[in-house]
Nanobody
Framework: QVQLVESGGGDVQPGGSLRLSCARS????????MGWYRQAPGKEREMVAT???????DYGDAVKGRFTISKDRAWITVHLQMNNLKPEDTAVYYC?????????WGRGTQVTVSS
């Protein structure tokens, strides 16, 4: 059963924008936090942004000032607004939910930034 459904990836030119969304299954236990991570070819997975039920958020240094994470009131869906995208943002983006018992990962969505 898929517990996290990601959407919004794609191809974009440098300077462009994309919005990623991650919807948590209603059968999933409530999450302590949700967030986005990314992994580029040959690199380790890194944290992009995380958000908690109270709306507080953290960002990776590489995306501060360009990306914004947000959530809906029901704490079901989180969004990642990505602006001023750069070629180095190219990666597979994974949604993660931290729930009682551990982390749940989505399948990932590809973001490619190139001219």
């Amino acid at each position: 059963q898929v517990q996290l459904v990601e959407s919004g990836g794609g191809d974009v030119q440098p300077g462009g924008s994309l919005r990623l969304s991650c919807a948590r299954s209603r059968t999933m236990r409530s999450a302590y936090a949700m967030g986005w991570y990314r992994q580029a070819p040959g690199k380790e997975r890194e944290m992009v942004a995380t958000i908690r039920p109270n709306g507080s958020a953290d960002y990776g240094d590489a995306v501060k000032g360009r990306f914004t994470i947000s959530k809906d009131r029901a704490w079901i869906t989180v969004h990642l607004q990505m602006n001023n995208l750069k070629p180095e943002d190219t990666a597979v983006y994974y949604c993660k939910a931290t729930v009682p018992g551990g982390d749940v990962w989505g399948r990932g969505t590809q973001v490619t930034v190139s001219s």
